[in-house]
């Protein structure tokens, strides 16, 4: 008899029994008056917890779905595209504007670093002849840790007049994002990070200027074209069969985020970030990105010297049946990732990080047991404040 896997990956993420209860019963009509009331309620509560009053389109589809989305309602063959690169994620967003044709511009950062707004603004100050048409943004960039000041940079973009696109899987629903505050134009994420459902389901919030962007947009599509999703809906439905059971589960997760409270578990997130950090530090392991940089959601951490992150990984999967991510194409053996997004909370770090503390010593490296947890619970009794 084994313990459950724990996945402490970034995505899929843990499910709540109460989302995996909804999911598993029989499918209702996606044409009945039951559907579309709980369609109605869930784009009601994403709206809510994106602060906006942007229309949103429910994609059957992976993140990336969504993301191929974006780009072909807004761009046009040749348009010029400002991407902003930090890792794989952000990097995706540039190979799908290539595919549909865009002259794809990069301004990147180094693995590990954010992307400088100032430089953004400065790149978007020099284009006076507003040739930019698209910024493609990842507001957390999963592969390496790091969170991109997502306010300062969509307000550079906004300046400039240019459609803001932004991946943020793996923030909505664990930090922040006022899609209208900081006048995003087109904003996806999906069910399987911090919202606490399996993978299956994507949404795009969809702003008037990206609507202008979307009758100016000539590029080919149909499954994913914007129009039919949002005169769908006006009628609380969707064009095609969307995945109903998942549609009914996410109603289920974004009630348990909202009776939860939005503000509290957007606190819960900066704390498991802290915790982690914390611990982690403790354990005299070095992590991948600095503080300022840090994700609320996922941490990149470096292997102790003579430890290779395959082994690592596979003792914390033998020996506790806790997952961690490896690194991601050039990082991959670099570094290991550990996920605290959506249905993880103060006891999963606990845990997690005596086990990595009890792994680590098993293969050799010196770390005194209790460190990082005690390191961890002094961020829990605020000793160290959540910021
Ligand atoms: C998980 C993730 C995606 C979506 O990936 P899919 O595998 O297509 O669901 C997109 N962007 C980021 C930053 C992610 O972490």
Known sequence: MQPREFLM??????????????????????????FSKVLRETIDQLKNLGATNNDVLLFTASGTGAMEAAIANTINQGDH??????????ERWARIAEAFGARVERL???????????AV???????????????????????????????????????????SIVDAVTSFGAYPVPIDEWGIDVLITGSQKALMLPPGLAFAFVSKNAWAAYDRCRTP?????????RKSLEADTTPFTPNVSFVV??????????????????????????????GVKAMGLELFVKDEAASPTITAILPPKDLTVDAIRKRLKERFRIVVAD?????????????????????????????????????????????ATSAAVAVLSGAVTAK
């Open 9 to 34: 990956i970034p995505g899929p993420t843990p499910v709540p029994d109460a989302v995996l209860e909804a999911v598993s019963r029989h499918p209702i009509g996606h044409r009945s008056a039951d």
């Open 81 to 90: 595209v400002l991407s902003l690169v930090c890792g794989v994620f952000s």
């Open 108 to 118: 990147t950062a180094e693995p590990g670093e954010a992307i400088d707004p100032a």
């Open 121 to 163: 603004k400065r790149r978007l100050d020099a284009d006076s002849e507003k040739s930019v048409k698209v910024v493609t943004i990842t507001h957390n960039e999963t592969s390496t840790g790091v969170m991109n000041d997502l306010s300062k940079i969509a307000a550079a973009v906004r300046e400039h007049g240019a459609i």
């Open 221 to 229: 599509r149909y499954y994913f074209d914007f129009k039919m999703y």
């Open 249 to 278: 589960g996410l109603q289920t997760a974004l009630q348990m985020l909202h009776d939860a409270g939005r503000d509290a578990v957007f606190e819960r997130h900066l704390r498991l970030k802290n915790m982690v950090r914390g």
């Open 327 to 371: 690194g991601q194409d050039a990082l991959k053996g670099k570094i290991f990732r550990i996920g605290h997004m959506g249905y993880v909370f103060e006891r999963d770090i606990l845990m997690t990080l005596s086990s990595l503390e009890c792994v680590l010593t098993e293969l050799g490296y010196p770390c005194p047991p209790g460190k």
